[in-house]
């Protein structure tokens, strides 16, 4: 069964202070990894996909890569509107339909 | 407008009532899901279809059942609600690319669902 595991569950941060997210995973013949991003009472929003190992990929403030076992979100500098929870994902190879979600990371950013 | 809208966005409900949970979509998209978000679980896939006339459960369908009534609508019904089906409930839709899922998934903006 595909496992994702998220840590830490939260992280605060100061405005400028940079960090990294970590998502661990076991899949059965990795397909895709996925981040999204999650603010307060909306639906998660997708931000990147990683196909293979020692992919990246980079969106502003965010960096996100990936190794045979695991993928880091790294926040460069945040700025308050960094807060929100974010979400990993794997697709199995053998799975098309289905993307298995990690609980999230909560980031906090305080100005 | 959102691309994907569900309706209602919040429901308080009785055990043993019938609750029904609907999802419409202007994406185009053939694909749609049906999530539940609980803290500390994730998101879990409670029913996909990939078109019409296609329906399959997902890893917690037990005591759900979906229709898809049209490319554009795709709704969630709870025939008999129990407290611990209080969730947040997701709607997504997905493109493919030869047939095959690209994993861009296409959220709602979730409707809450409390079980009394």
């Known amino acids: 069964e595909d496992q994702v595991t998220q840590s830490p569950e939260a992280l605060r941060l100061q405005e400028g202070e940079s960090s990294s997210l970590n998502c661990s995973y076991t899949?059965?013949?990795?397909?895709?990894l996925f981040w999204y991003r999650q603010d307060p009472g909306k639906g998660p929003e997708f931000l990147f996909t990683?196909?293979?190992a020692g992919e990246e990929k980079e969106k502003e403030r965010l960096k996100a890569t990936l190794t045979k076992k695991e993928s880091f979100l790294h926040i460069t500098a945040p700025k308050p509107e960094d807060s929100a929870t974010y979400l990993c994902?794997?697709?199995?190879?053998?799975?098309?339909?289905?993307?298995?979600f990690g609980a999230g990371t909560t980031v906090t950013v305080r100005a | 407008d959102a691309d994907v809208t569900q309706t209602p966005r919040n429901r308080i409900t009785k055990t043993g009532k019938r609750i029904m949970l609907e999802c419409s979509q202007t994406k185009g998209h053939d694909r749609m899901y049906w999530y539940r978000q609980d803290p500390g679980l994730g998101l879990r896939l409670i029913y996909y279809?990939?078109?019409?006339?296609?329906?399959n459960k997902g890893e917690i369908s037990d005591g759900y059942s979906v229709s898809r009534q049209a490319q554009a609508k795709f709704s969630l019904s709870l025939e008999s609600a129990i407290p611990n089906q209080t969730a947040l409930y997701f709607c997504?839709?997905?493109?493919?690319?030869?047939?095959?899922?690209?994993?861009?998934?296409?959220f709602g903006e979730g409707s809450r669902l409390t079980v009394l």
């Open positions: 997504a839709t997905s493109d493919s690319l030869q047939g095959q899922n690209t994993g861009e998934l296409f």
């Open positions: 994902a794997v697709q199995a190879g053998s799975n098309d339909y289905k993307l298995s």
């Open positions: 279809s990939f078109d019409v006339k296609d329906i």
């Open positions: 899949v059965s013949g990795l397909r895709g």
């Open positions: 990683l196909y293979s």
